[in-house]
């Protein structure tokens, strides 16, 4: 399965790719971003307990303008963030750190607004009732 930020905006992008349960309550994506002239693409994990808080904060977000929902496993150095203010504009944010010999970390932020959090509650929605 594939969910898919829809932002409208070459320049701003979220996917989390060919995401499958990779056992014990995770899941395992390829997470790819492009913010401005910045572009990742790498492997990501995120637990089913934080997939369904980061539903259920996106679903109040898109009620009330407000708030933080975070994707994440619980012991990854990774995260992607989302977080709305009342005017409905939606940061997204995220962070990937690699520890090797030679480690490396990413971040990222971009601005969107409330409009892309009814498709990405749906695709949450498929993901978690599968």
Same mark, same amino acid.
């Given at each position: ?14 996917? %989390? @790719? ?7 309550? !995770? &899941?395992? =994506?390829?997470?790819?971003? /492009?913010?401005g002239w910045l ?31 975070? %994707? @994440? ?7 992607? !963030? &989302?977080? =709305?203010?009342?005017?409905? /504009? ?9 520890h090797s010999m ?29």
């Open positions: 399965m594939n969910i898919q930020l829809e932002t409208h905006n070459e320049r701003r992008k979220l996917s %989390l @790719k060919n995401i499958k349960d990779s056992g014990g309550d !995770t &899941f395992e =994506c390829r997470a790819i971003v /492009k913010s572009e990742c693409d790498r492997q990501f994990f995120f637990s089913r307990y934080y997939a369904e808080e980061f539903l259920k904060s996106i679903i109040e977000m898109n009620s009330t303008f407000n708030g933080i929902a975070e %994707l @994440k496993a619980e012991y990854e150095d990774q995260i992607i !963030t &989302f977080t =709305c203010n009342k005017m409905g /504009k939606i940061i997204v944010s995220g962070k990937f750190i690699e030679l480690s490396q970390t990413m971040e990222f932020r971009f601005e969107t607004d409330q409009t892309v959090l009814s498709g990405l509650i749906k695709q949450f929605q498929v993901l978690l009732n599968k």
